[in-house]
């Protein structure tokens, strides 16, 4: 049997893959940065970070990769280990944490006094599907977040498959009529970003912060106002009752359009730009079918 590869084909990269993942951080360690630089979503982030009720509150960054935005946030932050990063891939994960390390020791974390050194490091890392609930409460607690920091990972997320969940499902809002505990016996296909919005509202505390990039002006379907765009699954949370907007801004890309010549033909890349979107948690409260809270 021939293997072909996708990039042979031509056909568009398995984003919502795990295995491309751990391929993709496997062959290119180097750090690399989706959409923008690290620093582009700095005067959200700090504005979250400022009104937060927790004086030091715990940030959540969701889909990590190789990014310098996890060593960028310690800037922002007055200690360290109250970030933490996540992602699937174990080896973005272990490339994360050996970074840290190394810079530890690197003259523009001296004023950091975060008290690491090159044996120990500073921020959380864990490897996480945000996807599946045990995964996720296997490394966070629910209530424990202020700011959610996601740079193209909702983007990622948007490319999985559906997923396929039993119902009454695993997390999901407090009723005063109890749900009936056997309502379908197969799995119902729910869209990924439900699951991520319901999997994000657990762990984060009333009034945290999501502050997502993007480069679609039409990411969360949950937040657009449309009833209809929201799963009606009896024993799954509406994830419109979860998360409001708070601010849509189209951002222009800081990087320079191109043009290429490419044999007698020219092509231009215009400028782009993509969207920052900050969503504040409600007070909805959720919990967790035979466990944790
Ligand atoms: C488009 S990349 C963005 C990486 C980084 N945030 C940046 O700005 O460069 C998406 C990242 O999300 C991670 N990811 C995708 N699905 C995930 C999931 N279900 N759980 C955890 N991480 C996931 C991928 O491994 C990848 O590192």
Not at 17 to 24: F, P
Not at 47 to 56: E, G, H, L, V, W
Not at 249 to 255: F, I, L
Request: glycine content about 4%; some cysteine.
């Amino acid at each position: 049997m021939v293997l072909i590869d996708e990039e042979q084909l031509d056909m568009p990269p398995s984003y919502g893959s795990q295995e491309y993942w751990n391929k993709r951080f496997t062959t290119e360690p180097e750090p690399f940065e989706w959409l923008e630089a690290p620093d582009v979503l700095d005067p959200f982030l700090r504005d979250a970070i400022d009104r937060s009720d927790d004086p030091n509150p715990a940030l959540l960054h969701i889909g990590c990769g190789t990014s310098m935005l996890s060593y960028h946030l310690r800037t922002i932050v007055q200690e360290p280990n109250r970030i933490h990063n996540l992602d699937y891939s174990d080896v973005a994960i272990d490339l994360g944490r050996k970074r840290e390390t190394e810079l530890c020791n690197d003259e523009r974390f001296e004023d950091q006094q975060c008290g690491c050194s090159a044996t120990s490091e500073c921020m959380r890392w864990d490897a996480v599907d945000i996807l599946d609930h045990q995964s996720l409460l296997g490394a966070c607690k629910p209530g424990a977040y202020s700011v959610i920091i996601d740079k193209s990972t909702s983007d990622c997320i948007a490319c999985c498959d559906q997923v396929h969940i039993r119902l009454p499902y695993a997390v999901d809002a407090w009723s005063e009529s109890p749900t009936n505990m056997d309502l379908r016996r197969s799995p119902e296909p729910v869209h990924p970003l439900h699951i991520l919005a319901v999997h994000l509202a657990l762990i984060s505390k009333p009034r945290a912060r999501w502050i997502a990039l993007s480069y679609s002006g039409d990411r969360f379907p949950f937040i657009d106002g449309l009833y209809s765009s929201r799963p009606h699954l009896p024993g799954f949370p509406d994830t419109g009752t979860l998360w409001k907007l708070l601010d849509k801004r189209e951002m222009q890309s800081e990087k320079e359009p191109t043009v290429d010549v490419n044999g007698d033909r020219v092509i231009h890349r215009a400028k782009t730009s993509h969207w920052m979107y900050a969503l504040e948690r409600t007070e909805m409260p959720l919990f967790v079918r035979g466990g944790h809270l």
